[in-house]
C-alpha cells in the first residue's frame, strides 16, 4: 500500500525549542490525521485536517496541508519532556479501499 | 471516553501453537482494526472489519485471520502461531473508516 512518509526519522531537542515533522504522501487524500505514540503504549489521535483545509491548531500543536505538494507538517511549540514519543500521520486513500495508511514515524527526544 | 481494550499486555507462546488475542471497544463503532507494528517497518494492516461478520484483508494477511461475531469484538486469531509473528500487535476502532482512530494498548507477543 502507498504510505505517508515522515521526515526526519528521528529528532532530538532541548525543552522550550519548536520540533517539526514533515509527512508525504503519494495519492489524493480526503484527509491526514497525525498520532502521538508513547513508547510500549497504544497510538493517541492528535488532529485531523481535511484536504480543503491549509492549517489547524489545535495547543501546542500546528498542522499544515499542502495537497498540491502531497505534504503535511507537524509543528509542536515550546516542546517538553512529555513530547518525546514517536508520531505518525495516516492519510485515507481514495483509491485504495476504507482503511488508514500510516507512515512509519518520526521519534521525537526532548530533553530537559 | 471511548475506550479500547486487549485481552493481554504481554503473551508469550509456543510456536504451533493456536493464538487468540482479543479486542472490545465499548463505543459501538462500526470499524474495527487489527495491526501489527515492528521496529522500522511502521504499523501493517492485518484485517479490518466494517460490520458484523464483515472482514477484509489488509497488508499483511497471510498466516491470521479473524472473528466479528459481535459488534463490540474483533479477535486475531494465530492458526499455528511462528517466531515470525513476534511483534506489538495494536487494535483499534472508529465510527466511520477515515476518521479518528482509537487504539488500545497494544498486546506485546512473543513465539518462542
Known amino acids: 500500500s502507498q504510505q505517508g512518509e515522515e521526515d526526519p526519522q528521528a529528532l532530538s531537542i532541548q525543552e522550550g525549542e519548536n520540533a517539526t515533522m514533515n509527512c508525504s504522501y503519494k495519492t489524493s487524500i480526503n484527509n491526514l490525521q497525525w498520532y502521538r505514540q508513547n513508547s510500549g503504549r497504544g497510538l493517541v489521535h492528535l488532529i485531523l485536517i481535511r484536504s480543503n483545509e491549509r492549517e489547524k491548531h489545535s495547543g501546542r500543536l500546528r498542522v499544515t496541508l499542502d495537497t498540491s505538494k502531497k505534504s503535511s507538517s507537524l509543528l509542536i511549540t515550546a516542546s517538553r519532556a512529555a513530547d518525546t514519543a514517536s508520531y505518525f500521520c495516516?492519510?485515507?486513500?481514495?483509491?485504495?479501499?476504507?482503511?488508514?495508511?500510516f507512515g512509519k514515524g518520526t521519534t521525537l527526544s526532548v530533553s530537559s | 471516553d471511548v475506550k479500547v481494550t486487549q485481552s493481554s499486555r504481554y503473551l508469550v507462546k509456543r510456536t504451533g501453537e493456536k493464538v487468540f488475542l482479543e479486542c472490545v471497544q465499548d463505543?459501538?463503532?462500526?470499524?474495527m482494526f487489527w495491526y501489527r507494528q515492528d521496529p522500522g517497518l511502521g504499523l501493517r494492516l492485518i484485517y479490518f472489519?466494517?460490520?458484523?461478520?464483515?472482514?477484509e484483508k489488509g497488508d499483511i494477511p497471510e498466516g491470521y485471520s479473524v472473528s466479528r461475531e459481535k459488534k463490540e469484538r474483533f479477535s486475531l486469531i494465530l492458526e499455528s502461531a511462528s517466531t515470525n509473528q513476534t511483534s506489538m500487535y495494536l487494535c483499534?476502532?472508529?465510527?466511520?473508516?477515515?476518521?479518528?482512530?482509537?487504539f488500545g494498548p497494544g498486546t506485546r507477543l512473543t513465539v518462542l
Open positions: 463505543m459501538d463503532h462500526e470499524n
Open positions: 483499534a476502532s472508529s465510527l466511520q473508516p477515515y476518521n479518528e482512530q482509537f
Open positions: 472489519s466494517y460490520d458484523v461478520k464483515m472482514k
Open positions: 495516516a492519510t485515507d486513500d481514495n483509491q485504495a479501499g476504507t482503511a488508514l495508511i
